[in-house]
């Protein structure tokens, strides 16, 4: 799997996560919150090195 694969894959990922954040209407799950967080900064530190080889 390429790095551009995988950020294709975390970013399905983010969307879905963000899908069953709208439908938890009484409380957030504090473990969606996590996973939530760690896909984001994955998702941060592939777009950074993607660029960086672009150049």
């Known amino acids: 799997m390429t790095k551009s694969e995988i950020l294709t ?3 399905q990922i983010r969307q879905s996560l ?3 954040e709208d439908c938890l ?3 957030k799950d504090e473990l969606d919150k ?3 967080l760690k896909v984001e900064h994955l ?3 592939l777009q950074i090195d ?3 080889k672009a150049m």
Do not use: A, D, N
Request: glycine share 6%; net charge positive.
């Open 9 to 11: 894959t975390l970013l």
């Open 18 to 20: 963000y899908l069953r």
């Open 25 to 27: 209407i009484e409380r």
């Open 34 to 36: 996590g996973l939530m």
């Open 43 to 45: 998702i941060l530190r």
């Open 50 to 52: 993607l660029r960086i």
